[in-house]
Structures are given as C-alpha cells and as structure tokens.
C-alpha cells in the first residue's frame, strides 16, 4: 500500500486524507505501537479538528491513552512525544485544501519499516479493543516547555539577542506560536507579520518562496530589520533573509550551522549528515572546520544519523543533519526544528554578523527545477536517466545511490523523482549552472517522452 511519502502522509482532504483514513491510522498506529500513551496536536487548517478527532476516536478504539495537545507546531509535538508516540495532523507546506499525518516516537519521524508495519496494518483493519479496554483522554499543554527548552539550547550558541531588529513571517502559520515569542525571550525586538493562525492561508502560500514571500522581502529591505525569518505552515521549514530582503541561499544556511556545530563539538571524527541535493558549500565549510559530510536521500535524514552512528568509531558524533529549509539539531533532540534553526542562526548573527558568517562560504550558482513527470512512470523514467545521463555527461562521475548523481570538474548535477509530487527534480551546481540545467532537463524531458 503506498501511503506514505517523504514527510508522512499527505494530500487532498477529501480525496485522500479524509476522516476515514484517519481513523484507520489511529487504529493502526495504536494496534502496533508497544506503548500505549499516544500525543496527538494538530496546525491550523480548517480540516483539523474533523482529523484530529477521527484520529483520536482510532487511538482509543484500539486501547490507546491519549494526551490532547491542541494547536502546536509540529515541532513542539515531536518534542511532546518524546518517551511516548505522537501524531501530527499537518500538511505542512501543502495548499489549505490538503492535510497529512505525520508519525512520531519518542520525538523522531517513523522509519520506513514502521511505516510499512501502519500500511499493512491500515490494509488490514486492525481490530477494535474489547469495550472495556478502550483507551482514555486528557489535555495537556506542552507548547510552553517547548518554547522554553529552545530558548535555553539556542542560549548555548552565539551571543544574545538583546536589541536586536528582527522579523518574522509567520505565514498564518503555526511559527506565530512559537518563533516571536522564543526570539523575544532571547532579547530580540520582533516584529511579527503574519503572526495569527489561519488556515485558510490568507497571506501568502504556506510555502515559504521568493514569489510568497515577495512581500515581505519588501518590508524587511523597507525597515529597520537585521535578519528576517519566514515560516512554513507548520514551523519545521525556515528561512532567513538580510537586511536588504534578500533570501540567504538554503545551503548557504547549511553551510554556516554545519560549520558553527562543528567547531563546537569535542568529537573526534563530527559528522553532518545531509542530502543529495546540497551544495558542495556544505563539504567546504565541514571540512574547512575539521569535521565531514554523509549524505543520504531525500527525507531520510534519521536514516543517515543511525547509518553515521552504526559505522562510526568511538568518537563519532553526529553534530547536524539538515536538507534545505529542514534542520535536525541532534544535541536537542531528533526532529526537524525551523524553530530552533531561527533561534540558534539568530544567535550567530547577533554574535558575528550574517556577512562575516556569509564570506568564508562559496556560493557558487545552484539552480533546482522541476520536470512533469506522472507518479507511474518515475521508476522507467530514472532507469532510463541512469543509461542517458552517463552518455551526456561521458566525462563525469555517476552515482545512482540517490537518483542520479554526475559529479563534473564545473560542478554537478542531481535528478530524482519526487517524493510528493508528480515530478521529476533536477538540481545543479556550476559556474555554468544554466547551461548544465538546460541539458538535463533535455534528457528528462525525453525520458518522460519514451
């Protein structure tokens, strides 16, 4: 059963994520969990509180306890459902009309053998709890400890806030729960745009790009900002803009936490884990500091962190992990933060200044785009690419491990399929960058073609 993609479960409310499906994950999520203490939160789309209780009803009818966590970003419940299991109803980035759900144990992402366990169950129909062993229900209220804890970690790194200008694009979203009141605990002036929950999105997409964040991009060139921060619909995705508006290169991000995680760490051999699809800027910046790189696929991140682990030496430690606009900070805890990463990157900047962070970092040109490519013919189609690409790139250096992969002397370029659309990406890295994108794309374009 092909339920779950990247980044959990994921769609259209009433086409797929309906309170039926819900339901079923409850059941099965509750059935195959080996505690029975499950978290559940929610954002703020107007499909959530129909989800959550539909998911609710599953957790219980299988002998599940519930804790109600109301309206949290998704961080804060992965930080809620550490010693237990938790659920999130988001769809993070998607449009209003979609929602998801997103598994936790103890405060990380499910695995891809657990999520096969809750397919096969949600297939199977797991069977309800005798009437008497139904699971019960109780409020609780984690969003301050959260907001306090990332505070405390973000105190760690850089110096303070106090005085500082910054601002934050919460988008609707869930951030203007969390990232205004954080920053401020920290010294910062904040002004929040966007700072109210709504799930209608009203302002702009949730998805945090150039052309959503147009806007605001404006105002913070217009006003007395010093970094500004925008925000997914769900707070695990951030980024940063200058003081001219301009948005700071997602690898560049990377690059520069990477970089202050390792210098910080006492580890012998420190680890960063990150993507396919990163910047080069990323190995620089790590070795430059002492440490090294392990890239893994996309939306795979706890993957790479165990793998970094499981093969290290005594000494290794994984320091960071992250793929762009999603940072994992090990030291806090195992799930992706945007939360943290505005807090911690704010703390540098205060301490040394974004162009000082910014100058050791070569930012060459980097460009991703993305090809139409329907869902069933993703697997023919990078099978094609492996045979294509290496003819037209004869002189580079080919890696399938994740996608496609062609490592040239002016750079690199990367084809995969998408997880949760239906596309084809093409990434690039080159002085050259349009040149290399344009014959790519060729070659996935007649791929999709054959």
Not at 125 to 154: C, F, H, N, Q, T
Request: charged share 30%; net charge negative; proline share 5%.
């Amino acid at each position: 059963m092909n339920l779950f993609g990247t980044a959990g479960i994921r769609g259209s409310a009433t086409e797929r994520v309906t309170p039926s499906l819900a339901l079923a994950v409850g059941r099965a999520a509750g059935a195959d969990a080996l505690t029975t203490e499950f978290v559940i939160a929610r954002d703020g789309r107007e499909t959530g509180p129909a989800l959550l209780a539909a998911l609710e009803a599953g957790l219980e009818s299988v002998g599940a306890d519930v804790r109600r966590a109301g309206v949290l970003p998704t961080p804060a419940l992965a930080f809620a459902s550490r010693g237990r299991h938790g659920i999130m109803v988001t769809a993070s980035h998607n449009p209003p009309t979609d929602n998801g759900l997103k598994l936790f144990v103890d405060g990380q992402e499910y695995g891809d053998d657990d999520e096969t366990r809750i397919a096969e169950r949600v297939e199977a129909e797991s069977a309800l709890a005798d009437w008497d062993e139904w699971g019960s229900a109780e409020r609780i209220e984690p969003l301050a400890a959260y907001r306090k804890r990332v505070a405390a970690y973000a105190r760690e790194h850089g110096d303070a806030l106090a005085g500082m200008n910054m601002s934050v694009d919460c988008g609707n979203g869930m951030a203007s729960r969390a990232t205004p009141q954080v920053l401020s605990a920290l010294g910062a002036d904040v002004t929040g745009v966007n700072a109210n929950v709504d799930g209608y999105f009203p302002a702009r997409g949730s998805k945090p790009t150039p052309e959503t964040l147009a806007e605001f991009r404006e105002f913070a060139a217009d006003s007395e900002t010093e970094l500004g921060i925008a925000h997914d619909g769900d707070a695990d995705r951030v980024v940063f803009l200058d003081d001219e508006g301009k948005i700071v290169h997602e690898d560049t991000v990377v690059a520069v936490l990477a970089e202050h995680y390792v210098r910080a760490s006492d580890a012998g051999d420190p680890v960063v884990v990150t993507t396919p699809n990163a910047s080069s800027r990323i190995d620089e910046r790590v070795a430059a500091a002492g440490g090294r790189v392990e890239r893994v696929r996309l939306g795979a991140l706890h993957e790479g962190i165990r793998a970094a682990r499981e093969s290290g030496e005594e000494d290794t430690e994984v320091v960071f992990a992250a793929e762009p606009w999603k940072h994992i900070h090990p030291d806090l805890g195992p799930w992706i933060d945007g939360v943290t990463s505005a807090a911690v990157l704010a703390r540098l900047v205060a301490d040394r200044g974004l162009d000082a962070l910014r100058e050791p970092v070569s930012e060459r040109p980097y460009r991703k785009v993305s090809v139409d490519c329907p869902d069933d013919q993703k697997e023919v189609v990078m099978a094609e690419l492996e045979a294509t690409l290496g003819e037209a790139f004869p002189d580079g250096e080919r890696s399938t491990a994740h996608g496609v992969r062609v490592e040239l002397d002016e750079g690199w370029v990367l084809v995969r399929p998408s997880g949760t659309e239906p596309k084809v990406r093409v990434y690039a890295e080159s002085e050259r960058v349009d040149a290399l994108v344009e014959r790519t794309v060729r070659e996935v374009e007649a791929a999709v073609a054959a």
